[in-house]
């Protein structure tokens, strides 16, 4: 069984740094892809950004510049690199991975606010 657990939200005043961390455990051929999604109350989860297997990268315009996305294929792990925060940044932040047997998986979340 695979198993994805997230880590690394918390309260960060605007203008600080966090690192959100994914892993991804359990009896797993490949990973095609990590990608890193928020939501609020009251809107759709939107997509931050993504990884591929081969390194490509795709971030949303409101986080291009300062987050950045990075897996590490032997450990399993995808991350988030989040720069200069904004409150707007504010949401439960949700992992995803696509794998190339079991199809796609999401993780628990992990909350980041964003005081000012």
């Known amino acids: 069984q695979v198993q994805l657990v997230e880590s690394g939200g918390g309260l960060v005043q605007a203008g600080g740094s966090l690192r959100l961390s994914c892993v991804v455990s359990?009896?797993?051929?490949?990973?095609?892809?990590f990608s890193w999604h928020r939501q609020v109350p009251g809107k759709q989860r939107e997509l931050v950004a993504q990884?591929?297997?081969?390194?490509?990268?795709n971030y949303s315009n409101s986080v291009k510049g300062r987050f950045t996305i990075s897996r590490d294929s032997a450990k399993n792990t995808g991350y988030l690199e989040m720069n200069s925060l904004k409150p707007e940044d504010t949401a439960v932040y949700y992992c995803?991975?696509?794998?190339?047997?079991?199809?796609?998986?999401w993780g628990q979340g992990t909350r980041v606010t964003v005081s000012s």
């Open positions: 359990g009896t797993i051929f490949s990973i095609d892809r």
């Open positions: 990884i591929t297997r081969d390194g490509s990268t």
């Open positions: 995803n991975v696509l794998l190339s047997l079991s199809g796609s998986l």
